[in-house]
């Protein structure tokens, strides 16, 4: 079973700070993607990750695959109060009998406070 | 507008009950999937399909079942519902099983008493 973990599980920052969360496996991924998800609602995309390295940015979110394809970071540089939300990675399966499954880490929840 | 059906929004449901959870895209999208969620944070991977007429398991598949007759709708069935399936359950579709974006549905709240 190939797991996700994802760190910190809660951060809860003021506004203007900048802050990292982590996605971290010890299998490899095809790809990786972050969503974010607000109460109510099914998650939606940020980003996705393909290439070993590669760094991303979309505005103040800075994401980045690690080099052996297992690990992931976000970065969100000077937090405003409307990323408050729960953030996902999800990674997809290289190959194999399980290939095309798209696994889900435990998510973190951010709270930005004014 | 296209996207990802769920039905129904909410239930709740008699332990031992079979219950269906309905779920169809109108994306033409080969790959499907079924999550639960709990207690707000990380969703577990119940089944999947990576194109109609093919499924796999995933993290939690027991005491659940699907099937995927064609493209469009991938039901989740309960065969007989225990408290511990008490969750919210997400439907998504992607286009393929290649690092494309998942689509997701609104979400089913179950609770089982």
């Known amino acids: 079973t190939q797991l996700l973990e994802q760190s910190p599980q809660f951060l809860s920052i003021q506004e203007g700070e900048n802050l990292t969360v982590y996605c971290n496996s010890s299998s490899v991924f095809s790809s990786l993607q972050w969503y974010r998800q607000e109460p109510g609602e099914g998650p939606v995309l940020l980003v996705t990750v393909v290439t070993g390295g590669e760094v991303k940015k979309l505005k103040r979110l800075t994401f980045q695959f690690g080099d052996a394809r297992k690990d992931s970071s976000l970065h969100i540089t000077a937090a405003q109060t409307g990323d408050t939300g729960l953030y996902l990675c999800?990674?997809?399966?290289?190959?194999?009998?399980?290939?095309?499954?798209?696994?889900f880490g435990q998510g973190t929840i951010l709270t930005v406070h004014p | 507008i296209a996207g990802i059906t769920q039905a129904p929004t909410s239930q709740i449901l008699a332990a031992g009950r079979r219950m269906t959870l309905r779920c169809t895209q109108d994306?033409?999208?080969?790959?499907m999937y079924w999550y639960r969620q709990d207690l707000g944070l990380g969703l577990r991977l119940i089944h999947y399909?990576?194109?109609?007429?093919?499924?796999g398991k995933g993290e939690v598949p027991d005491g659940y079942s699907v099937s995927r007759a064609n493209t469009d709708d991938f039901p989740l069935t309960l065969a007989s519902a225990v408290p511990s399936q008490t969750s919210v359950y997400f439907c998504?579709?992607?286009?393929?099983?290649?690092?494309?974006?998942?689509?997701f549905g609104q979400g089913t709240r179950l609770t089982v008493v």
């Open positions: 999800a990674g997809a399966n290289a190959g194999g009998t399980s290939y095309g499954k798209l696994t």
């Open positions: 994306m033409r999208h080969n790959a």
């Open positions: 998504a579709s992607r286009r393929d099983r290649e690092r494309t974006e998942a689509f």
């Open positions: 399909s990576n194109t109609a007429g093919t499924t």
